[in-house]
């Protein structure tokens, strides 16, 4: 690791802080780590690091980043990340056999099937930690699992998960490791409920920002890219502040200084951010004749091959939309997000298409009711280019719900019929309570 590095060293004080509170205490069941949103992908790099022969600390970590879909769900979704990562990972393999055993698991008892309930989950999970510890040497050696979803549809859900897990009888050769937002502590129940013997939190100083500054500064400060990063920067630092005029005056700077590098992405780039600061002011008419600029640079260097500009270009639309749909301009919103559709399916990025289309569907509804059937029949369509957890994820099982029930009411049963089957093939017959479940924040508008 580079000890030059500012990034590396706060990941080496991770390592340090693990080591000092919980590798010496082995009747630790469950490792809490509090974090800022920002310090995620740090975490997230320092945990990967640790998975592998490279890192610093001597135990074993796996790390399961599977998302959290629903309560009865994960369990089974953990198991089903498991055993794909131990056929496909090398990584996991080069780190396992470095504790001095080839690695050699037969996972056939843990292809799960999707009838399987809750409790027998939980109970093939922990059979599934005792085959592979033994599979790979290390029965003597306590297992670190680390718990990182991409995506929580339901957070309290989440946290009654790691309780129910927690109540049952916990096997003493795992340890389990979560994440937590220093500003909701979400997890505060759950460790005032568990025995404090076995419960840390750990909440290091890191000084974040500090080390990301630090890492700015170490770039030449000529480039345009660096002069972006910093504007973007002290941007936000004016935004978090509420000082509309020192953010107008560092939005004016920054547009100035990337339209001389006579680069579209920087360009685009700085009307996309300078524009989401202002959703803070509530500043509408500024942020649309922002995003109206930005979208017509990106949309030029889309056209000579620019697939980042390909990718802003939807950014640019659901931005639009988000705007337009507070500032009630209905119709406008509901062609931006139809577009952003358009957009996201031509670059390939479906789920985002699921989004645009379900945000489109949700105001056609009151204001443009005969584009609905045309959006559903679209949206419904892209079924063919996601995966389940996919499907789940992204809003796709309201669209389907949404979908049944328009042609019921249009008098078309045998479309709403086959929809109905096409959905119970893939989830059963509780998918439309399925459906009622929160969609990720991702997925949600973005209006800032």
């Known amino acids: 690791m580079n000890e030059h590095n500012p990034i590396a060293h706060l990941v080496t004080k991770l390592q340090q802080t693990w080591i000092k509170e919980v590798s010496s205490n082995e009747e630790l ?183 990301v500054q630090q890492v700015m500064r170490s770039g030449n400060p000529s480039q345009p890219g660096v002069k972006l990063q910093r504007y973007i920067y002290q941007m936000s630092q004016a935004t978090a502040a509420k000082n509309l005029d020192k953010l107008n005056q560092l939005g004016t700077s920054c547009l ?63 931005f639009l939309g988000s705007s337009q749909q507070l500032s009630k301009k209905y119709l406008p919103a509901i062609n931006s997000y139809r577009k952003g559709a358009e957009a996201a399916i031509e670059a390939g990025q479906y789920m985002q298409a699921v989004n645009s289309f379900r945000l489109a569907i949700d105001l056609a509804k009151k204001y443009q009711a005969e584009a609905v059937p045309e959006f559903l029949e679209k949206a419904f369509s892209l079924k063919d280019h996601l995966n389940e957890d996919e499907i789940k994820l992204s809003g796709f099982l309201m669209l389907a719900k949404t979908y049944c029930d328009w042609h019921k009411y249009k008098g078309e049963p045998q479309k709403a019929v086959e929809a109905d089957n096409n959905m119970t093939s893939l989830f059963g017959s509780s998918w439309r309570s399925m459906a009622e479940e929160p969609v990720p924040e991702e997925f949600q508008p973005n209006y800032a």
């Open 29 to 211: 069941a469950l490792v809490r780590w509090m974090i800022s949103p920002e310090e995620a992908r740090l975490y997230e790099g320092f945990v990967h690091l640790e998975s592998t022969p490279q890192g610093a600390i001597p135990e074993v970590f796996i790390v399961l980043m599977c998302p959290f879909v629903s309560k009865g769900s994960f369990t089974r979704d953990l198991i089903q990340t498991w055993v794909e990562m131990a056929e496909k990972d090398q990584k996991t393999k080069e780190a396992l056999n470095a504790h001095g055993n080839p690695f050699n698991w037969d996972t056939t008892p843990f292809n799960i099937e999707k009838t399987v309930k809750e409790e027998e989950a939980k109970s093939l999970f922990f059979e599934l930690i005792d085959s592979f510890r033994k599979a790979s040497g290390i029965e003597d050696t306590l297992l670190n699992v680390v718990l990182m979803p991409y995506q929580i549809a339901d957070i309290q859900a989440y946290g009654k998960w790691l309780e129910a897990l927690y109540s049952a009888e916990f096997p003493t050769y795992l340890r389990c490791c979560i994440f937590d937002l220093k500003e909701e502590r979400f997890f505060d129940p759950l460790m005032k409920q568990l025995d404090p013997t076995y419960v840390k939190t750990l909440d290091p100083d890191l000084d974040y920002q500090g080390a």
């Open 256 to 318: 100035k200084e990337m339209r001389k590098s006579r680069e579209k992405v920087l360009l685009a780039t700085a009307h996309i951010a300078y524009a989401g600061m202002l959703f803070h002011f509530k500043a509408h008419l500024q942020i649309q004749d922002l995003l109206r600029q930005g979208l017509s640079i990106t949309q030029n260097g889309a056209r000579e091959g620019d697939v980042t500009c390909q990718a802003l270009v939807l950014q640019y639309y659901n």
